[in-house]
């Protein structure tokens, strides 16, 4: 088991190779130079480039500035160090549990939810992998009955991993389908339950209402819901935060899952979520294939978004883009 | 804190609106407030450097000092920049000489590209008398092909797809295009990260097979800062001619749009703006700088008005409304009017000036039902004047619309409000002074805003928003 999360650790550092890249530039123009002004604009511009938010950027900026005063760093060079340990601690300060609920002997369902196109249903494919990997039984209900062929995509998923999907007619209840299924899984002594639903943008009154019935469904058949998993794209900017806080509200996420991480969207948006809400990162997705998703690790996360290779800090700026003064 | 861009700028404006002339530190303040809310509304950094240095170059130059009012000079500026940033005017698709015309739709995944394909078709077939075969090409996404074929059928449209390759599909469906006659094809093809340089280099293999018209990246309105990197590689890869952008109908402010519009120099062609395969609609440059702004969408929502309004009936509104004669039966008829441009919710949000928990606020349409039902109640007498309506035809009304007596009072208090909003409306430059209240809101929006919108944006700049300040607040 060590070794299979150690295993995932250096594929979560090896995607986020792209990830690393600002920060690995900035590391490059830091070197053998004094901290002044320019390197607290860089150090703020780097992170706001990784979608970490203004509110996020000037905390973490302030405090790696404490940081620097405290320790009486003087050197520019020490400024990724700081702010890698700043990241870690602010991740570190989310009090809820990383670890997904799955209970031995009894039926767990967990809930994807999550605005359209940010990955729910190849999620429901991951994670079903993931469990049946770890010896546990899986059913999927097709409750997205919005989009067109959704529940299509699902059964296509299930025929590969012989997974039962439970599914309605298109434009039916999803309520309906997640109580089918939560029965259906009882009955059967099935382990998981995987509710993927329709992609919603979080400010649609009525498709919230909706989510909300599906999550009330569930949960009557008592202690079975154990997540409810908000699946983010990691190229969403600050509108990740109004999602997540939405989300949270109307129907209670217990964790988020951050996808498409492979490519060069820094995930910065986790920072902001974390901190202003409280709810924990759980997994992130860091490529195509079934097993590409990993445990969300904050240590390694801030380490791999701050530290910079040495063959990718010597990247040069892209010129014309980065002289012009606000 | 500020939610969205537009409320930024309600605040900056706010802060403006009350001095005098712009002195270089106001310049300074100013630019620093944009571009905080620039970055908020996810522009990217860099764009937001050009922007800003562009503004700033602007506003302290002799413009301001000729300029009457310093406010209003800079809300000109950082929209014309924006205007311009945007595209300055609207894009156009192209057209074959020889037919079919070939529309391939390219980008990240989940962007809406299956989507985005089916109402680009709709609004082809619709509204330019087009003939499209739509072609599936997205053979890697489980049931992609099926979803584009359920969506054919919807909209009564052709899909061609095999089980081949994508550069296969294409081809095949071009001919096959050519085949049955059909004037247009628009290619759905796969979602993929602009860093897997194999996938990149099947679409560009793709598109060297068809040779399309157009290549539109179908970009998220929520992305990012990654969104000027996934342009760049798109452009790199295929030759793009323009953008989608989908997903508008959220809250997302957009920023994104700017930033690929900058750094590609493509225009935005499309929008995205809702659940429904109709909700697809020409994007407009200077629209999205409105909105950006804080003025809402307004143009768009006059345009709707306009499609849905009966012109004479809002012309003799107008007119009454003008000389101060605006009367219950001009209030009901507009909110019926309102109701037909779509769910008040809908419209609220692209109302200039709003106060950010009106546009989160959920508003209940059905309360449109309930005036509805007490107007109809009141006799044509009482309508043109509600003055004379006294207690006991209250209770006659309240037990005719099916309402309570408190109900009928709230409406009528309202409706005198918005009879006085309108007054001070008709005098240019002057604000309405009236605190906020707790009365239901919608129907109290409602001719209000339509009244307020012929004279936008020159009412809007002027006045600052006016009437808005008489609006209350729900929840």
Known sequence: ?326 | MFDTLSDRFDGIFKRLRTRGRLTPTDVDEVAREIRLALLEADVNVKVVKQFIARVKERATGAEIAKSLNPGQQVIKIVHEELVATLGGASGKLATASKPPTIIVLAGLQGSGKTTAAAKLTRLLEHDQGKQVLLVGADLQRPAAVEQLRVLGEQIGVPVFSEPTDPVAVARAGVQEAERLGRTTVVIDTAGRLQVDDELMEELAHLTDAVQPHDVLLVVDAMTGQEAVNVAESFAEAVELTGIVLTKLDGDARGGAALSVKEVTGLPVLFAGIGEKVADFEPFHPDRMASRILGMGDVLTLIEKAEAAFDAEEAAEAQERLLEGRFTLDDFLEQMRQMRKMGPLSSIVGMLPGMPKELRQAEIDDNELGRVEAIICSMTPAERQDPSIINGSRRARIARGSGTTTPQVNALLKQFKMVQQMMRSLTKPGKRGKKGRRAVALPPGMTPEDLAAMPGLPGAGMGGGVPGMPGLPPVR
């Open chain 1, 1 to 326: 088991m060590p070794a299979e999360a150690k295993e995932g650790r250096s594929r979560i550092r090896g995607r986020l190779k792209k990830s690393r890249r600002p920060f690995a530039k900035m590391r490059g123009r830091m070197r053998a130079r004094r901290i002044d002004d320019d390197v607290w604009d860089d150090l703020e511009e780097t992170l706001l480039l990784a979608d970490a938010g203004l509110d996020t950027t000037s905390r973490l900026v302030d405090g790696v500035r404490a940081r620097a005063a405290t320790e009486g760093v003087g050197d520019a060079d020490a400024v990724p160090g700081l702010l890698e340990r700043e990241i870690e601690e602010s991740l570190a300060a989310t009090p809820a549990d990383r670890s997904l609920t799955s209970r031995r002997g009894q039926t767990d369902v967990w809930l994807l939810v999550g605005v359209n196109g940010s990955g729910k249903t190849t999620t429901a494919a991951k994670l079903a992998t993931g469990a049946i990997e770890d010896g546990h039984s899986v059913l999927f209900a097709a409750a997205d009955t919005f989009r067109a062929a959704a529940a299509d995509q699902l059964a296509a998923w299930g025929d590969r991993l012989g997974v039962e999907v439970i599914r309605g007619q298109e434009g039916g209840d999803p309520g309906a389908i997640a109580f089918d299924a939560v029965q259906a899984a009882r009955a059967r002594d099935i382990d998981l339950v995987l509710v993927d639903t329709a992609g919603r943008l979080h400010t649609k009154v009525n498709l919230m209402a909706e989510l909300e019935k599906v999550r009330r469904v569930v949960e009557r058949t008592p202690g079975v819901l154990s997540e409810v998993l908000l699946v983010l794209d990691a190229t969403t900017g600050q509108n990740g935060l109004s999602q997540a806080r939405r989300f949270a509200d109307d129907v209670g996420v217990t964790g988020v899952v951050l996808t498409k991480l492979d490519g060069t969207a820094k995930g910065g948006i986790v920072l902001a979520i974390e901190s202003e809400l409280g709810v924990p990162v759980k997994l992130v997705g860091v490529g195509e294939g079934a097993d590409d998703l990993v445990p969300f690790d904050p240590a390694e996360f801030a380490a791999a978004l701050v530290a910079g290779d040495d063959e990718e800090s010597d990247v040069p700026d892209e010129p014309g883009l980065d002289d012009e003064g606000a």
